[in-house]
């Protein structure tokens, strides 16, 4: 298990505003991080931050910017670095055993949090016990989901219901650990993420958590509280897809105890998003493949979507995009 | 400003270093949540030993309550749920064998698998995807379909058994009513990779064909209760369990009623719950010695009334392993039992650490062995000092390390 540094947990729950270690991992992209830890800056809330970035090999020329960038702050970020590119996975276990506050938040270099963010997680997370609560709990928040070229369109969680069941499913409860404030005590039991999974290593993780007793809850509040900034280009629908099956394997049971209908139903859901990457990479080959095995997990539903022209290119489902 | 300097590549050091534990264990059983019985608490707490001895622990239960474990699960630990949570697409099999014109086999035969199949189907789902390396099962309700789902995969099963075998396999009227249920508890042993008793007697129950798999793991005493000091002892008479048949409080009631007298001094309290409560209530009235003999209730720290009452009487028809009469021999008190009362009789040992009845003569025999620890203050000292020793290996070190060797050995480690 993660981590030596120690806790100052029992006490927290009385500090009002207790240090929170910001958790972000970077590769190749120091403009979108300058947007992201301008993000921090603007929080409204009273406490410390305690940022941390780790970044995964990027190019030298990158590199040299990057630590330009953070000289540049006024506000000091601890800089870790793997030298050669590891993935984001294990980048994200970097991460998680640098962790030392009482709070960790995550977030992904190019999304940004509105300034109220961290102070409603942080006013939830208190009245949930704090990081000591016997009860293992994540604060996730409704978002805006930024198309490049399109209008934001709020993303609300829904937490009221099957946890589980709505992870797999991904509609009404994504698995974004950018939405999420928590103990940082309750990151480490989850464990290590799988570095197997170079895409949606959130969704394991999530359901990870939720096997361990955690709980998804929200602020007291219906606003979006941060924005992801969302493309589909350059994502490789085959890794996706591949990704999608291994978790699929890897908690089998979750999909299964549900029944074979709701397990049909994901697995038809796996190959239209698997398409909708292969589309947007102009992929015509691998998005014919992707639509011709959604179609033999649910014929007529497919027929149906196909009829209501719901498979244009950029039409398909939206669900976990890792 | 001032960024913390940038540290040099290589400092996340190898890239396997956040590889998960090695060996994955899951504990399979079918009903934990809100419940604090014995063998829950066994459960929790072996997995909570060999999460912190370096395994991956997953905990899988099948049940259709919601809740949460009674006992503290460590935080590490999975817990899935693998009943289905979706209605049979299938009714018809029910409706057609539910027939009571087909011979009881056929009709037997058939609840047994519309019941159990799809429990089954998802366990097995489990094992040949989540791959863990050993599973554990307790009580007769998991190791059968914890058997059956994993025949077949790399998944080494070990059942455990937390009572005498002739009951768990043989009473009609234990955990199942249907004889297929019976059956098919023995069947399956043959997949186990090793079956798990609690003494050495018990293993030697099953078949010649199964003998080589048996292994021996008793329970164990409480930390919470050794870390009491044996004090001035009062002089009370005290039972802990279950207010249930089979521990057989009615025949202590009647065994005081026949001495209580002669011993103004002396007192009986029970403590625990149960079904038999109001009966037992009733027949202390009846025999009017309600001054004398109490019902304590239950209480969280038994290991200080242990630490101060006299004797402890433990009547009970048959135990998987007499917790009470070994906690309270670990905080030197003598025990007084029948002779032939299994889980007990393995460790006391009569005119050693307590004194043994002869069920035959029932409360009078009973009576007569208490009487004879209450009217000698020597004698119970002397058989109270030998406790310790006699339920020394009880341990929860020598439980974990036995359980860790196991493990091993399945995995050809060892």
């Known amino acids: 298990m993660p981590g030596s540094s120690s806790l100052n947990a029992a006490l927290a729950n009385d500090d009002p505003s207790p240090t929170i270690d910001v958790l972000i991992p970077h590769y190749n992209s120091v403009d979108a991080l300058d947007l992201s830890l301008a993000s921090i800056d603007a929080q ?95 604060v996730t928040c409704n978002f805006d989901w930024q198309w490049t070229g399109r209008e934001a369109t709020r993303r609300f969680q829904t937490v009221d219901q099957d946890q589980v069941m709505a992870l797999l499913r991904g509609k009404d409860l994504r698995a974004y650990l950018w939405t999420l404030l928590g103990p940082t005590r309750t990151f480490r039991d989850v464990g290590w993420f799988d570095e197997k999974l170079p895409r949606l290593q959130d969704l394991d993780f ?117 | ?48 030993m060999l999460v912190a001895r370096g395994y991956a622990v997953s905990c899988v239960h099948f049940e ?104 768990d396999y043989c009473d009609p009227k234990r955990w199942s009513t249907n004889p297929y249920d019976r059956v098919m508890r023995m069947k399956a042993l043959r997949h186990a990779a090793a079956i798990h008793v609690l003494f050495a007697d018990f293993g030697a129950w099953f078949p010649q064909s199964l003998q080589d798999k048996i292994v021996v793991v008793a329970n164990y005493i409480s930390k919470d209760v050794l870390r009491h000091r044996p004090g001035e002892r009062e002089n009370t008479i005290l039972g802990v369990g279950r207010l249930a048949p089979v521990k057989n409080y009615l025949m202590l009631a009647d065994a005081w009623a026949l001495i209580a007298a002669q011993h103004p001094d002396w007192r009986v309290v029970i403590y625990g719950d149960g079904p038999q409560q109001a009966k037992l209530e009733e027949r202390i009235a009846e025999l009017g010695i309600g001054d004398s003999f109490a019902l304590g209730g239950t209480r969280s720290d038994m290991g200080e009334v242990y630490a101060r009452a006299g004797i402890l009487c433990h009547p009970a028809e048959f135990e998987g392993f007499g917790l009470a009469p070994a906690e309270a021999l670990a905080l030197k008190m003598p025990v007084v039992a029948f002779a032939d009362c299994p889980g007990v009789n393995q460790f006391v040992v009569d005119g050693v650490n307590g004194l043994l009845a002869d069920r035959s003569g029932g409360a009078e025999a009973l009576a007569a062995a208490l009487e004879r620890l209450i009217d000698d203050r020597d004698l119970r000292r002397r058989l109270g000092d030998n406790g310790p020793a006699s339920v020394a290996t009880f341990t929860e070190e020598h439980f974990a390390d036995a359980w860790v060797e196991l493990i091993e050995r399945c995995l050809g480690k060892r």
């Open chain 1, 206 to 322: 999530f359901l990870r958590f939720l096997l361990k007793r955690g709980r998804l809850h929200l602020p007291d509040t219906a606003e979006s509280l941060c924005v992801y900034h969302k493309s589909d280009i350059g994502r490789d629908a085959e890794q996706i897809r591949a990704c999608h099956a291994y978790i699929f394997d890897k908690h089998r049971v979750l999909y299964t105890r549900y029944g074979p209908k709701f397990t049909r139903v994901q697995l038809y859901n796996m190959e239209i998003h698997a398409a909708r990457f292969a589309a947007s990479n102009g992929d015509g080959g691998r998005r014919a493949t992707h639509l011709w095995r959604a179609f033999r997990h649910r014929p007529k539903q497919f027929v149906r979507r196909w009829r209501s022209g719901g498979l244009k290119a950029g039409k398909e489902t939206h669900q976990h995009d890792g």
């Open chain 2, 64 to 167: 259709e309550a919601e809740g949460a474990p009674f006992y503290p699960l460590d935080r590490r630990i999975e817990l899935i749920n693998v009943h289905p949570r979706f209605p049979s697409e299938r009714r018809w099999p029910y409706n057609m064998f539910n027939s009571k014109r087909l011979p009881d086999r056929v009709r037997n035969w058939a609840e047994w698998h519309l019941k159990k199949d799809p429990v089954i189907g998802l366990l097995r789902d489990y094992f040949q995807h989540s791959k863990p390396d050993v599973a554990i099962s307790f009580l007769p309700p998991a190791n059968t379909p914890t058997l059956l789902a994993a025949a077949g995969t790399d998944v080494k099963v070990i059942p455990t058994n937390h009572n005498v075998p002739e009951r």
């Open chain 1, 44 to 138: 409204d809330y009273a406490g410390r931050f305690r940022v941390v970035v780790v970044d995964d090999g990027s190019t030298p020329e990158m590199i040299a910017r990057l630590r330009d960038l953070i000289d540049r702050r006024e506000r000091p970020v601890v800089l870790l670095e793997n030298g050669v590119n590891r993935g984001r996975p294990y980048t994200r276990n970097v991460l998680l055993d640098a962790t030392e506050s009482p709070y960790t938040a995550w977030l992904d270099a190019g999304d940004a949090w509105y300034p109220s963010k961290t102070a409603a997680q942080i006013a939830e997370a208190r009245a949930l016990g704090g990081p000591d609560s016997d009860t293992p709990f994540w």
């Open chain 2, 1 to 48: 400003m001032t960024a913390a300097a940038a540290i040099p590549s290589g400092i996340s050091g190898k890239p396997d270093r956040f590889r998960p534990p090695a060996t994955r264990v899951t504990l399979v059983i079918a009903n934990l949540l809100n419940r604090g019985g014995g063998a829950e608490r066994i459960f929790v707490e072996l997995a909570n």
